[in-house]
Every structure is written in C-alpha cells, then in structure tokens.
C-alpha cells in the first residue's frame, strides 16, 4: 500500500494528496482514498480502482479543509472489498480520527479476538483498524500518546499517517519495514510512503521518518517522538528490488541505483553471454540495463508492454492475473529472432509470468533464452506486507532452481545471491534489511497466518 499525508493553510490539500497517491499507485491499485479536514468536519471518498478512477468525478474538498491523508491498497488481509478500503474514519471520545496504513500487523488476529471477546464490533476485516480500537480505549490523554500506547501493541510491519481535526501525525515502526519520508512545502508539511510522492507536488525533501518516531504536526509546528525503544532494524529488501520506483530515494538509498547494481553483480554472478540483454518491462527493465552495462551486451527492447494495463501481480485471484500477463506483454520479434537471448527480471514469485514469457520469446524466434532474476528465490512467505504470504503458491518453495528452469522452460536459470543483494546497496547497511523471504530469518515473530489465499 501507499501512504500519504498534507498538512498546509491556503493549499488545496486533498487536490496534492491527489497527486501524491497518483505518483504512489504502483504500491496499490486495488482501492484509492482521500480524506480531509477542516478542522471541525471530516470527509472521506473511497473507492475500488485506480486512483483516476475513484477520483474521477470529485475530490472531496471542503471550504478551510487544511489537513488531508490518503491511501492506496494492494491487499495482503482483508479481501478486496469497499469495506476495506482506507483511510478509516472513526469518532472516538477525543474526537475524530482518519488513519491510512501500509504494511501488515502480525498480532493483528490475536488482539481482534480479544477485542471482539469483549464486545468491540469491527466494520472492516482489515488488521488496520485493531490501532483504532486500542486508541479508542487508550487511557492516556493525548491523540499521540494514545497512538502510542496502541502501537506498542502491535508488532509487525506499519508505516501509518492519520489525522484528527488539527494534527498530521505519521508514524513508523520500530523495525522500519516500509518507507515513510517527510517533505515541505513553503506553507506546510507532507508525508509520503515514498520520496517520487513529493517530487509530483514539488514539496522539498526533508528526511525520511525513522524507525519508531512519531512526527506530529500542528499549527504550532513539527514535533517528534520515539514511540519504541531502538531494535534491529529489518527495512524491507524487496523494497529495493521490486515495489518502489527506481527514482524514489529510501534511507539515502537510490532505489534506482539499487536496482542497477543488482542487475551489474547478476552479470557477474551468471556469467552468461548472450547475443542480446532484455527486461521484463517494467519492473525488471533497470536491473537489466545493470546487467547489460556489467556485460557490455546491447540492452534492447525485446518485450512491449501495453501502458494502459497495471501491475499484473498485483490482481488478487490467480485466473485474473493469467490473463492478465497475455494482455500486458508482446515480444518483438525482429529483436528477438534466431538471438541468444539474456532476459532479466526482477524475481520469480508463482513461476506464472516467467513460464509464459519464455513461450512468448520462443514464438518469437529466440534461438536461447536464459532467464537472469535480480533477486534470491523466494522460498518463504512474507508477513509484513508484500502479497507472497502462502507458501504453497511461492514456486521457490517446493522446486529447486533445476526444476524451476525446467518448468518455465528456459535454456538456463540465474538468481542473484544474497551475498550479491547485499552488495548491491551502496548508501544503507545491508545488515539493516529484512531477507526473511529469501532466508526465513523472521525479524519479528510472524504471527498466525490464517490458511487460503493469505487473507482473513
Ligand atoms: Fe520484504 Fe521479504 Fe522481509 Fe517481506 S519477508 S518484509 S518481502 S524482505
Ligand atoms: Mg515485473
């Protein structure tokens, strides 16, 4: 998911949390949501799409509203449902509260049966709304220390933006799964998941928000507080390989550069050489100009992606995301034909795209087709907020690099290491990462996870 958040007089803050979450989609396409303030009222519109398409005809807009925070959903629990779509929007006894959250809770289940024991009623099954009901029964006084209190409930992966009738809070956890950046506009403050959120509206980068702070802005200014005491932090590798975009800058690290160097150490790691270098558009297309750069091999378009279709990945069911690859992705064939071909990619989650594309290549006339990946195998299943949560749909799980070759029907097959991975980022510590879906090295305990397609 995407985070965002507008505190700012005299600015049309639900128009730039607009262009924020539009420059945030590629984190969530499945729903979209602005909620503003006034400072006494509170408004909300959700919707399911994309952005451009919950927010065709209106943006909620208020006279005096100076606070906004909005959301964008991919989910990893909670189906897919108007009802679970973000910001929530709650009254509570301090008054009124919108909360927006990216990432996934790992006690979320636990603390909802006790609630839910004790006669509290949810309107959403999303983990998300657990915060507001232990902020609601929060006994401290004010909105951050009750946040507080409620995040040091909560374990797992958040990054979260709310606001009450005259605050903008954001806030980070403890372990610094997902990204969350501060930004400044001339008369106010801005929160995005990711730094490109800023870039879209021109507000200046600031800092990213550090693991276990609070910040807290209000008509008095901008305050911070660490909610939890310092841990092991355990930022999200994937992060880097795949979810952001390459020109957002997370922890001082260039995704893109990241990305590049990924696609640089798999060309040392593989060794292959092949006649050309192409990418999996567009996810895979940085690290394979690394890889070609590394190799000194042409990188040449070889796949065209259809613009007007998103993230395939990112469809919930299996069946829409089948058809969905035929739909995004056509070979060119007079790049292709009678080549060696080196494609690169960023990681091989269920084996369903790369399988098709190999065919696809294979149509197309390659002579050979040798499938590089940016990224380990993912042998394991994510809880802190990425979509590879069921283990028996992660094909890395139950074949070897051998068997998966053969099932996506590639002349060869190459994953980069983790030595690799880590070696790849140049601006943050590597022992700083999360690689539990590479490694199973959990961070933080992952919880009950329910059964079925990763949802609850
Ligand atoms: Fe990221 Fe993988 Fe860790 Fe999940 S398990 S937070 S995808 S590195
Ligand atoms: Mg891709």
Same mark, same amino acid.
């Given at each position: 998911?995407?985070?965002?958040?507008?505190? !700012?007089?005299?600015?049309?803050?639900?128009?730039?949390?607009?262009?924020? +979450?539009?420059?945030?989609?590629?984190?969530?396409?499945?729903?979209?949501?602005?909620?503003?303030?006034?400072?006494?009222?509170?408004?909300?519109?959700?919707?399911?799409?994309?952005?451009?398409?919950?927010?065709?005809?209106?943006?909620?807009?208020?006279?005096?509203?100076?606070?906004?925070?909005?959301?964008?959903?991919?989910?990893?629990?909670?189906?897919?449902?108007?009802?679970?779509?973000?910001?929530?929007?709650?009254?509570?006894?301090?008054?009124?509260?919108? +909360?927006?959250?990216?990432?996934?809770?790992?006690?979320?289940?636990?603390?909802?049966?006790?609630?839910?024991?004790?006669?509290?009623?949810?309107?959403?099954?999303?983990?998300?709304?657990?915060?507001?009901?232990?902020?609601?029964?929060?006994?401290?006084?004010?909105?951050?220390?009750?946040?507080?209190?409620?995040?040091?409930?909560?374990?797992? !992966?958040?990054?979260?933006?709310?606001?009450?009738?005259?605050?903008?809070?954001?806030?980070?956890?403890?372990?610094? $799964?997902?990204?969350?950046?501060?930004?400044?506009?001339?008369?106010?403050?801005?929160?995005?998941?990711?730094?490109?959120?800023?870039?879209?509206?021109?507000?200046? $980068?600031?800092?990213?928000?550090?693991?276990?702070?609070?910040?807290?802005?209000?008509?008095?200014?901008?305050?911070?507080?660490?909610?939890?005491?310092? %841990?092991?932090?355990?930022?999200?590798?994937?992060?880097?390989?795949?979810?952001?975009?390459?020109?957002?800058?997370?922890?001082?690290?260039?995704?893109?550069?990241?990305?590049?160097?990924?696609?640089?150490?798999?060309?040392?790691?593989?060794?292959?050489?092949?006649?050309?270098?192409?990418?999996?558009?567009?996810?895979?297309?940085? !690290?394979?100009?690394?890889?070609?750069?590394?190799?000194?091999?042409?990188?040449?378009?070889?796949?065209?992606?259809?613009?007007?279709?998103?993230?395939?990945?990112?469809?919930?069911?299996?069946?829409?995301?089948?058809?969905?690859?035929?739909?995004?992705?056509?070979?060119?064939?007079?790049?292709?034909?009678?080549?060696?071909?080196?494609?690169?990619?960023?990681?091989?989650?269920?084996?369903?795209?790369?399988?098709?594309?190999?065919?696809?290549?294979?149509?197309?006339?390659?002579?050979?087709?040798?499938?590089?990946?940016?990224?380990?195998?993912?042998? $394991?299943?994510?809880?802190?907020?990425?979509?590879?949560?069921?283990?028996?749909?992660?094909?890395?799980?139950?074949?070897?690099?051998?068997?998966?070759? %053969?099932?996506?029907? !590639?002349?060869?097959?190459?994953?980069?290491?983790?030595?690799?991975?880590?070696?790849? +980022?140049?601006?943050?510590?590597?022992?700083?990462?999360?690689?539990?879906? $590479?490694?199973?090295?959990?961070?933080?305990?992952?919880?009950?996870?329910?059964?079925?397609?990763?949802?609850?």
């Amino acid at each position: 998911c995407g985070v965002y958040g507008v505190f !700012a007089h005299d600015e049309d803050v639900s128009a730039l949390t607009y262009l924020g +979450l539009y420059a945030l989609q590629h984190r969530g396409q499945e729903s979209a949501g602005i909620a503003v303030t006034d400072g006494a009222w509170m408004d909300v519109t959700r919707g399911m799409g994309l952005v451009n398409e919950v927010f065709r005809h209106q943006v909620p807009h208020m006279d005096n509203q100076y606070i906004a925070i909005g959301h964008v959903r991919y989910s990893t629990t909670g189906s897919s449902l108007l009802q679970n779509t973000q910001p929530l929007i709650v009254n509570y006894s301090g008054g009124k509260i919108s +909360l927006a959250h990216n990432g996934n809770l790992t006690n979320a289940m636990e603390i909802r049966k006790k609630l839910e024991d004790d006669g509290t009623i949810f309107q959403t099954s999303i983990d998300t709304e657990v915060i507001l009901n232990l902020i609601a029964r929060s006994r401290k006084e004010t909105v951050e220390e009750r946040l507080a209190d409620s995040l040091n409930q909560v374990k797992g !992966a958040y990054c979260i933006t709310l606001m009450t009738e005259n605050k903008l809070i954001g806030a980070r956890d403890p372990q610094g $799964f997902r990204p969350l950046c501060l930004g400044k506009l001339e008369n106010g403050w801005v929160l995005s998941s990711e730094s490109c959120g800023l870039d879209v509206i021109g507000a200046e $980068f600031v800092r990213d928000i550090e693991p276990g702070e609070m910040v807290i802005i209000d008509d008095s200014g901008i305050k911070s507080v660490h909610f939890a005491p310092k %841990q092991q932090l355990a930022s999200c590798i994937f992060e880097y390989i795949y979810f952001a975009r390459p020109d957002s800058v997370i922890d001082g690290q260039s995704v893109h550069d990241a990305r590049f160097m990924m696609g640089r150490i798999l060309a040392r790691e593989s060794k292959f050489k092949g006649d050309i270098v192409i990418s999996v558009p567009d996810s895979g297309t940085t !690290a394979a100009t690394g890889y070609a750069y590394e190799a000194g091999i042409p990188f040449v378009e070889g796949l065209m992606k259809n613009r007007y279709i998103g993230r395939t990945f990112i469809q919930p069911t299996q069946k829409k995301r089948d058809t969905a690859v035929q739909l995004k992705l056509n070979a060119i064939r007079s790049v292709v034909e009678g080549k060696s071909v080196i494609m690169v990619d960023d990681s091989i989650v269920r084996g369903t795209t790369s399988g098709k594309i190999v065919k696809m290549l294979r149509n197309a006339g390659a002579k050979e087709v040798h499938m590089c990946v940016s990224s380990p195998p993912i042998g $394991f299943p994510c809880y802190y907020g990425i979509d590879t949560s069921v283990r028996k749909e992660l094909i890395a799980a139950k074949k070897s690099v051998e068997e998966i070759r %053969q099932y996506i029907e !590639a002349d060869s097959l190459h994953f980069l290491s983790i030595e690799g991975l880590k070696e790849s +980022l140049t601006a943050v510590n590597p022992n700083n990462m999360c690689y539990a879906c $590479f490694n199973s090295d959990y961070p933080v305990e992952q919880g009950k996870q329910p059964e079925g397609s990763g949802k609850y």
